[in-house]
């Protein structure tokens, strides 16, 4: 049932749900996001990036975090190290994603894979390649730049 329509039936822009039947109230206006964030305390990853580095931090208590991260959740400090990662590894898993979300509707369908880095850490990136996993199919992680004009990474068949 379009909106219009549940209006006009229901009085107002209440659609019930196709299977239970629960009703459910879709706003008539759209909602746009954008939000901002801090990135001060990991600003060394994005500048490792236009250098062309993969860069992650590691705590003190041996924890490694991709993405970086500036406190450590197991040990509550935030005395870390900034250690430079392998941009090569195994890929583990890979999806690609048809329904995407409003802010990538302009991307044709993509593929998103978790591959583990030679030096252990997992990284969730988009994949440029046909989208067929392969036992030890072996990645490498290729820093290039979005549609948008902004630098990112991206898992790539060796
Ligand atoms: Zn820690």
Redesign the pocket.
């Known amino acids: 049932m379009e909106i219009k329509e549940a209006i006009e039936k229901m009085g107002f822009p209440i659609i019930p749900d196709e299977k239970s039947g629960a009703w459910q109230w879709f706003d008539v206006r759209e909602l746009k996001l954008r939000y901002i964030l801090s990135v001060e305390g990991i600003k060394k990853f994005y500048e490792g990036l236009k250098e062309g580095k993969l860069l992650a931090t590691k705590?003190?208590?041996g924890?490694i975090f991709f993405p970086p991260q500036k406190d450590?959740p197991?040990?509550k400090?935030s005395e870390m190290e900034w250690i430079e990662l392998k941009k090569e590894g195994v890929l583990e898993t890979l999806t690609v994603i048809h329904v995407r979300p409003t802010s990538f509707s302009h991307y044709d369908p993509y593929a998103v894979g978790i591959a583990k880095l030679d030096d252990g850490v997992r990284i969730l990136a988009w994949y440029r390649g046909e989208p067929k996993l392969k036992p030890g199919q072996r990645v490498k992680v290729e820093i290039v730049k979005r549609k948008e004009g902004y630098l990112t990474y991206e898992l790539v068949p060796i």
């Open positions: 705590c003190k208590c924890r450590c197991s040990c400090k």
